[in-house]
């Protein structure tokens, strides 16, 4: 009957659930903190790793986060980032900035419609359906290119990527935070927030319960494909090229963060905040490593360790839930 | 009291749960080849016993004697093994395998030559033969995904028989059967009686009890209570022992004069159900009758949005629609409570809150950001109205119990602003006392004007709640019953007519 009681079950599981991987991430950098302040603490490590490598993984992430939530994936957010930004890229190197960026986020649009038609009104699977859209997008780059990089985009344009506002925050980080800002208040605040979430944990009920479900999905997919293209705009602004070959490295990094990030496969669970220290943790083992001098093919290996114990830490929270609900559920 | 010819004796069964006690001193006996219904309310501590009896959860104390030894289970294995069999409520078959591959299941025979090879042929045979014996009319390769919810009940119930079960425990077997697959089930029930094999069985159906029970054991709030010889109790005496009250009538209906047509469908076609024309008037309670199968479900999902439409159209508060949706469809006003509460009506895993607001969203947060303080206010307003019980809103739906799951599909429909109301099987699984509860609502609904249509396949409930009946039958609607006219046999025989023309 009516309990209040504290309840162990309960308690670790939320411990778990909203700390576990602040606690990693703190782990990592206290670990280099102490072990390697040389090279590690010090400010222009600090800041390459912060405003230059993660800004460009957590843009990636958020999407493929949110899409995740909807009990989907997105597959295709790498050949989207290379195929706005290739399509674009002409325009740009001719000075034409608007036109290029506007196309580019467009193209993204486009690529994410697509999916979002054909998961929610034709019925493919999301993985396949993202799956056929990153084969496509990625073929037409390659057509587009000829396979050869764009490069050298006049030095306005390359601002966006590698300038500072007043000097000192860098665009990039900027650029970051504010999208983190609407998506955090969106998934939390929002009522199409509520639908993704309720889309993801149960489909026909949200359906039944007279939300658009059908046209949630295809938004999400929608904003996925318009975060990839703003990626690639920045990518292409702070590298100074447009490279084809960067694609399916994005997508797998973007999967490994939202996980890491505590975003459940099962669908309906995780959050953009979430994903960022999924994607800190992703980047400064990385860089922990560089440091160490351990070659790039064991950062792989380790980064994989992570998301198995990223996952191993999603099913014991989902246990310890079940356990509590039955426990609740009988001792009625 | 202790009986010489009893398989299970149970004596001082208790269980705790953190915070809770789910069992204290529980103890009783199953005698051989008899049945014992085990009668309570959701959360009277039924499935935790029966739990505990068949090696699911281990009890904290007390003494459990099975076929004369003392038993201390460790797992569902070592009870079956034993001769202990569970049905549960929800079936726990294999959909991609075929009927005989599920029947064997964990226990394949092999070819004798060829160790560790799976001999299928025998599997078939077997199946057959048993499947025969018990007069079910089943293809042993058929896969189990195809079979109708009956049927996978019907395989369960084999599955136990193979197994030479000496107590066979039933988790409410009837709830998704028709009233013909419930016979066949009672027939099969008689064999295993017939073969010294002990039933335990759990049902909130008063009217099977009588037909299958032979002792009713009764439990509330964790605890035994009594043990009634069910030819001989009366069911007001079962129910108030249940209940620990006197519910004084379950049904009520305040009938008033209809108002105008609300819901009207012409010439409805859809992929099971064809020219269906039916309407409902403003304060009034309408029912589909009918057997499962009919076409009544697909109907409702239809008109809903969920399930496509062939031809024909409805009219909805004076709106024709031909192709509508969900959101549309409440957007005009029409609230649509699911057969399958866990799977279509709630979200199990959201917050109670979460889910009373789901269905009225953009009514309650027009700028679309939800504000939470609104939020809680008004799941507050419906868990007060409608008696959930929970702890808090903040509770996960998943973890109450299935009367107050139901009241929380209420809860959320009942705050839109809707006023045509379709309930699918509104009281499928819950208990007496919640039972009451909906009967009470849905009365109340009526008579502030709501128009509802039942769908129901219990004909108890829907002799005793409705303005009118419609009766179908695969796919048509064969019958309209005004109140007057109403009667259970009346409906049936409508329901079922082919096949006894069939069978004359």
Known sequence: ?332 | MTSDNAILKMTGITKRFPGTLALHNVGFDVREGEVVVLLGENGAGKSTLVKIISGVYTRDEGEIIFNGEPVDFEGVQQAQQAGISIIHQELNLLPERTIAQNIFVGREPTIPWLPGVIDYRKMVTDSKAILADLGVDLAPDALVKDLSIAQQQMVEVVKALSNRTKLLIMDEPTSSLTKREIDKLFEIIERFKRNKTSIIYISHRMDEIKIVGDRAVIMRDGEYIDTLDVKAMSMDEAVSKMVGRTITRLYERHYNQPGEEVFVTRNLTGIRFRNVNINVRAGEIVSLAGLVGAGRTEVAKAVFGYDPILSGSFELFGQTIKSPSPDRCVRLGMAFLPEDRKAEGVILKMPVKENLVSACLSKLFPNGIINSAIERRHSERFRRELKIVTPSVDKLVGELSGGNQQKVVVGKWLSTDCRFFIFDEPTRGIDVGAKAEIYHLLDALAAKGAAILMISSELNEVVGLSDRVYVMREGDVVKEFPRLELSQEAIISFAIAKEDDRNA
């Open chain 1, 1 to 332: 009957m009516g309990e209040t009681a504290p309840d162990d079950g309960i308690s670790l599981r939320v411990f778990l659930d909203r700390y576990s991987r602040i606690l990693i991430l703190a782990g990592i950098v206290v670990f280099m903190a102490v072990t390697r302040p040389d090279a590690f603490w010090t400010m222009s490590n600090l800041s390459a790793v912060a405003f230059q490598q993660a800004p460009f993984m957590i843009l990636m992430s958020f999407g493929m986060t949110l899409a995740i939530i909807t009990k989907g994936i997105d597959k295709s957010m790498g050949s989207v980032l290379v195929l706005s930004s290739v399509l674009g890229a002409g325009f740009v190197k001719n000075g034409q900035f608007l036109l290029g960026i506007s196309l580019a986020l467009a193209v993204g649009i486009a690529c994410g419609l697509v999916s979002g038609i054909l998961i929610t009104r034709v019925g493919v699977a999301p993985f396949i359906a993202t799956y056929g859209v990153e084969w496509v997008a990625l073929g037409l780059a390659f057509v587009y290119t000829g396979n050869v990089y764009i490069y050298d985009f006049p030095q306005e344009f390359r601002e966006i990527g590698t300038g500072r506002i007043f000097g000192i925050l860098p665009n990039l980080a900027l650029v970051t935070l504010a999208v983190f800002l609407v998506l955090h208040f969106m998934m939390r605040k929002t009522v199409f927030g509520r639908k993704v979430y309720m889309v993801g944990n149960n489909f026909n009920a949200a359906a039944l319960s007279g939300v658009d479900a059908r046209n949630t999905v295809t938004i999400v997919y929608i904003v996925n494909g318009l975060l990839a293209a703003m990626t690639g705009i920045l990518y292409m602004a702070r590298l100074n090229a447009a490279d084809p070959g960067i694609s399916a490295a994005f997508t797998l990094d973007s999967i490994a963060a939202s996980l890491i990030g505590g975003t459940s496969f099962g669908g309906g669970k995780g959050s953009v905040a979430g994903t960022i220290v999924g994607a800190l943790i992703i980047v400064f083992i990385r860089n922990g490593m560089n440091i160490w001098g351990v070659h790039t093919t064991w950062q792989q290996t380790a980064v994989g360790f992570v998301i198995i114990f990223s996952i191993f830490l999603e099913a014991t929270t989902q246990k310890l839930t079940a356990f509590a609900a039955g426990k609740r559920k009988t001792g009625e």
